[in-house]
Structures are given as structure tokens and as C-alpha cells.
């Protein structure tokens, strides 16, 4: 996931930096729950649907 100039943090001063790192932390937070969600409910769909899924019971 990049962010602004290709993933490249510009700010000089340390707190700016730690600002805007862990603003970029709970984006990818929200994204991995996005993503772990709606897998869910696929397998779950699939499971239901007759579908076989390794490793789901």
C-alpha cells in the first residue's frame, strides 16, 4: 500500500513522521477487517452453496 509520493514519508521532524505512520497503521487495520469480513461471509456462502473448501469444515 503506497502512500503520497510513492510510499516516501518527506516530513522532517520525528513527531510529523509518527503522525502520519500511525495514521497509515489504522488504514491498513480497517482494510485487513474489510477483507477478513467479507472472506468470511464468501466461505461461509460457499460452505453453504455445497462447495468444498479445504481447511473449512
Do not use: P, Q
Request: net charge positive; with cysteine.
Amino acid at each position: 500500500m503506497c502512500f503520497n509520493r510513492l510510499g516516501k514519508l518527506h516530513d522532517r521532524a520525528y513527531e510529523l513522521r509518527c503522525h502520519r505512520v500511525s495514521g497509515l497503521n489504522l488504514v491498513v487495520a480497517a482494510i485487513m477487517l474489510w477483507n477478513t469480513v467479507y472472506l468470511e461471509r464468501a466461505v461461509r456462502y460457499a460452505v453453504a452453496s455445497g462447495r468444498s473448501i479445504v481447511g473449512v469444515e
